[in-house]
């Protein structure tokens, strides 16, 4: 029955194994809807009830680190919580009064749950929407310079590829789901003397409720200023599964209107299941792609010359020339430019 998920029977079988097992959470992996919800509840009596989205709010709310990243969990945790409110659920902390609060003794618990939440849920919008504005602000600053986003389903090893291109090895790597919700940027210097900005991004999974994607839709809007994505796979699953990764990945960005037009696509993680016979695979389906392992620093030389290669082609060429009396900006162009070629005479220096 649509009206409880499943069938009265097999409810009725799950509420039954449960209590033999003292189980206090039950866990469905798949979305269930408002009303779906309130149904089972009743039935299931004072069990927790989990679906998809509410597993991955939670593995959120423990992941969040930044004052952004908490907001938007916080946002989506209320979005998701508002049409599901039941007389079972435990009572927010209520502190009435203050401007827009009304409701006597008569009003029923959950309509003032419900109002307050709507309040809580208007001022996470502003509070974040002033956030989108400094980090545009921010961002306007840096407009000239290449942007990469590393975009991925999560535990790809995004957080590690962006330590081993840039070198440090402060950013946050863990082997867990949706270990970065934050997005981190770094300045790194390529081979060439090539500045570019390198962005970790909130990994992607299967699925992904849109409420959860519109809630980290500040992530997506780095991506869309990129102007090279690298798609980072973990290359030790099994080929469908890293079929389905990539599949996910393309759709993700399709909803989100990212047309990908400079892309890599980098295998990761070759040194956990070295197998032979399924890299000639992955080479020979997908032969612009990338192998490399992140952690051991595999063929990371490669793809920061393939990124230098992409960089270069958006280059522009210009030649300068330059009296005596200008010496002091030759260093400068050095330190800030390719020098293709150089000329010296009497009169000027003729640089391209």
């Not at 409701?103 to 809580?120: A, C, H, N, T, V």
């Not at 330590?163 to 940027?185: E, G, H, I, M």
């Not at 392992?293 to 490669?302: E, F, G």
């Not at 005596?324 to 005479?345: A, G, M, P, T, W």
Request: net charge positive; charged share 30%; hydrophobic share 35%.
């Amino acid at each position: 029955s649509s009206s409880i998920y499943y069938g009265k029977g097999q409810i009725e079988s799950v509420k039954n194994k449960a209590s033999f097992l003292s189980t206090k959470i039950i866990i469905f992996n798949d979305d269930i809807t408002a009303a779906q919800y309130k149904n089972l509840q009743k039935i299931l009596e004072r069990k927790t009830i989990f679906d998809r989205t509410g597993i991955i709010l939670e593995i959120f709310k423990n992941n969040a680190k930044t004052k952004e990243s908490k907001y938007q969990v916080e946002l989506a945790s209320l979005q998701y919580m508002l049409p599901r409110l039941t007389r079972f659920w435990t009572h927010l902390e209520r502190q009435m009064g203050g401007t827009g609060t009304r409701g006597g003794p008569g009003e029923k618990q959950i309509e003032i749950d419900r109002r307050l939440i709507g309040f809580k849920i208007t001022k996470l919008k502003k509070d974040l929407e002033k956030i989108k504005k400094n980090r545009d602000i921010q961002s306007s600053s840096r407009k000239n310079i290449f942007r990469i986003s590393l975009v991925g389903y999560t535990n790809a090893g995004k957080s590690s590829l962006l330590n081993s291109l840039s070198k440090p090895n402060s950013s946050y790597v863990q082997d867990k789901l949706f270990a970065t919700l934050d997005t981190t940027t770094r300045k790194v210097t390529g081979k060439n003397k090539k500045e570019f900005l390198l962005t970790d991004t909130v990994g992607l999974i299967r699925d992904l409720p849109h409420n959860l994607v519109a809630s980290f839709r500040s992530t997506f809007e780095e991506v869309k200023k990129s102007n090279l994505i690298i798609i980072v796979v973990d290359s030790s699953r099994n080929v469908e599964t890293i079929s389905n990764h990539i599949q996910t990945i393309n759709s993700t960005l399709t909803s989100m209107s990212i047309e990908i037009q400079n892309n890599i696509l980098v295998f990761n993680k070759i040194d956990k299941d070295f197998d032979g016979e399924k890299i000639k695979y992955l080479k020979k389906k997908y032969p612009d792609s990338m192998l490399v392992s992140a952690k051991d620093y595999i063929r990371i030389d490669m793809l920061l010359d393939k990124i230098d290669k992409i960089i270069k082609e958006e280059d522009i060429v210009e030649n300068l020339v330059l009296s005596y009396d200008k010496l002091r900006l030759v260093n400068h162009i050095y330190s800030r430019l390719e020098v293709i070629s150089r000329q010296d005479s009497y009169e000027n220096i003729k640089l391209r």
